[in-house]
């Protein structure tokens, strides 16, 4: 980790913000390589994720008003268990404390009181000053940034710590624009916000950061995935059930059979957890430091009914960059009953149908007297029963239990019919598909597992071997020497690829060995070297073509490869469709030997 964040630093990938004024933690920003490495990240990932699967993108403000996390549960779930130290008042994550002096993996799962226990046991000494930490409490801390809207107190609001109420509440509108048409997806790339309690390991644990998140709303009834487009995919998972038993072996399965032998909870988890893995690879993940592991029963949100999160081993510890959850329709339901807007889909029937339709319509002049306070609550329940059990009505009594307390009431007295109606559809709540990624993690992830040291030339080469579709500079453009016209042939080469639209660097400084250094340090792919053979066959060429009247044509130059140091001789004409299409992955450069 030191290695690469020294790297990072120096060749400017990421580093700490604000270190003119001491800095603060968990905030970084992202040099001129690190935001182009970043930016084709997150292309990638929307040519993915939006383009290929035919959904939609939106940009919805980072300020939230209150009322959208009281509904959504995050402000009083949304929480990380803090211990703050004695003697100098530090506050540190409580659960890593104990992860990181004893074999407990997910301790965030465990009770607070569990984890203050377990802090004694360990005898854990504050990082900071060492002072004993044992019988201290643990308190669950809200990591959302509060902020108001307007002047004075204002309205109450928060920095959203996802991007994905931002797709929920929108739903009423989003929903018109797919013609109320289920499948439908609505992704979006933005910054989100959690005041962690400490801050750690660079891009991995920041208080700011980057994610990309697609909703994908499903009638959970009818919709089914393309599981035949990921049907050779094989899948590296850690189930909930292994890891209860302690177990270290993976099943490597594929989609179809994960579903098959129940270690995967729905099709549109499984379709999803193969789509990321072909996605991860495509950007430079190492597939032999990578796996999913499924959330154990006492980490599974709530609202999901399965979770799991793609994982990279990173300098010894397994690093969550993304999760695939089923938040089923808990999300919608959740904003329909704050905001009491329309967040179902109206589903047409191919015909009409004839449906039995059970109605309650209580008699509140007798519910009234008859239980004073306790009145709507009593109506309300008699409603549910009435749609769970329509046989309890079959009686001259109906009782239904309020606040633990049970209330008889005359069936004449409830309203209660069942009536036969013509109904052209029904509304729908759609259920929640969620793949959501941390993009500074899978940065840095990328980062560490393409950084490499080799020996070139006797000599030792650190190299950073990015895929070229996600590399900050696709090529790395040089002249010999500066001298006799090669260097005005290499920067008019430079400027016409740059006008072409491929990242370009030109570099004139030092040996053309330290320059390839330079470059391999940086993972730029590949070197393109304009020397006197260009020059000299630059001019042969135009003079050929002037005798035959053709169109003039300029010289070849000399192309690198970063990984293998190959190299291949190619006409300068041809220079800005082949750098586009090895970006592209269209050709290797294999193909031009």
């Not at 013509?422 to 393409?450: C, D, K, N, W």
Request: charged share 30%.
């Amino acid at each position: 980790m030191s290695e690469l964040i020294e790297l990072a630093k120096r060749r400017g990938y990421f580093f700490q913000s604000n270190e003119a004024y001491g800095g603060a933690a968990g905030f970084y920003t992202y040099g001129p390589q690190g935001a182009s490495l970043k930016r084709n990240v997150e292309e990638a990932w929307r040519d993915r994720f939006v383009v290929r699967e035919g959904n939609v993108e939106i940009d919805a403000p980072t300020v939230t008003p209150e009322p959208v996390f009281e509904a959504s549960g995050h402000l009083d779930g949304f929480d990380d268990m803090l211990v703050e130290c004695p003697e100098c008042g530090e506050s540190h994550r409580a659960d890593h404390l104990v992860e990181d002096a004893s074999d407990v993996e997910d301790a965030e799962t465990y009770p607070p009181e569990e984890v203050a226990e377990l802090i004694a046991d360990l005898d854990l000494e504050c990082p900071s000053c060492g002072a004993d930490l044992a019988g201290e409490s643990v308190e669950e801390f809200n990591l959302m940034f509060e902020t108001g809207i307007g002047p004075g107190s204002g309205q109450a609001a928060y920095l959203r710590p996802e991007t994905a109420q931002g797709m929920f509440v929108e739903f009423p509108r989003l929903k018109e624009y797919a013609r109320n048409q289920l499948p439908f997806g609505v992704a979006q790339i933005g910054n989100g916000y959690r005041n962690e309690i400490s801050p750690r390991n660079a891009l991995l644990r920041a208080r700011e950061f980057t994610m990309a998140e697609l909703e994908l709303f499903v009638d959970p009834e009818e919709d089914r995935p393309d599981l035949d487009a990921v049907a050779d995919v094989e899948l590296p998972l850690y189930s909930a059930a292994r890891q209860e038993a302690d177990g270290e072996e993976y099943q490597y399965l594929t989609p179809q059979a994960a579903l098959d032998e129940g270690v995967v909870n729905g099709e549109w988890v499984a379709y999803f957890l193969a789509v990321s893995k072909r996605w991860f690879e495509r950007v430079g993940v190492d597939m032999d430091r990578f796996r999913f592991r499924q959330h154990l029963p006492g980490e599974l949100a709530h609202y999901a009914s399965d979770c799991w999160d793609a994982e990279a081993e990173v300098d010894g510890d397994w690093v969550e960059l993304e999760g695939v959850a089923n938040r089923t329709d808990y999300d919608l339901e959740k904003h329909a009953k704050h905001s009491d807007e329309n967040f179902t889909v109206f589903k047409q029937y191919d015909e009409p149908k004839t449906v039995e339709r059970v109605t309650v319509d209580p008699d509140m002049s007798y519910l009234g007297p008859e239980f004073g306070g306790a009145a709507a609550d009593v109506a309300d329940a008699l409603e549910t029963l009435a749609e769970r059990d329509r046989a309890a009505f079959d009686d001259d009594e109906v009782t239904v239990e309020v606040d633990g307390e049970e209330h008889a009431v005359p069936v004449e007295k409830t309203g209660f019919s069942v009536d036969e109606v013509t109904e052209s559809g029904e509304h729908v709540t759609p259920h929640v598909i969620e793949p959501a990624f941390g993009v500074g993690r899978v940065v840095y992830s990328v980062l560490a597992h393409s950084l490499h040291t080799d020996e070139v030339d006797d000599e030792e080469r650190q190299v950073l071997r990015l895929p070229p579709e996600v590399a900050p500079t696709t090529v790395g453009v040089f002249p010999m020497m500066d001298k006799d016209g090669m260097g005005e042939l290499a920067r008019d080469l430079a400027a016409d690829l740059r006008a072409r639209g491929i990242d370009v660097t030109y570099d004139d400084s030092g040996n053309i060995g330290r320059r390839y250094r330079r470059q391999d340090e940086v993972g730029t792919p590949y070197c393109v070297t304009v020397d006197y053979e260009s020059l000299e066959d630059g001019e042969a060429r135009r003079a050929s073509d002037s005798a035959s009247g053709d169109e003039p044509r300029a010289g070849t130059v000399t192309l690198r490869e970063r990984d293998s140091t190959d190299q291949v001789r190619v006409a300068i004409d041809d220079l800005p469709h082949l750098l586009a299409d090895l970006r592209a992955g269209e050709r290797s450069f294999d193909d031009l030997r």
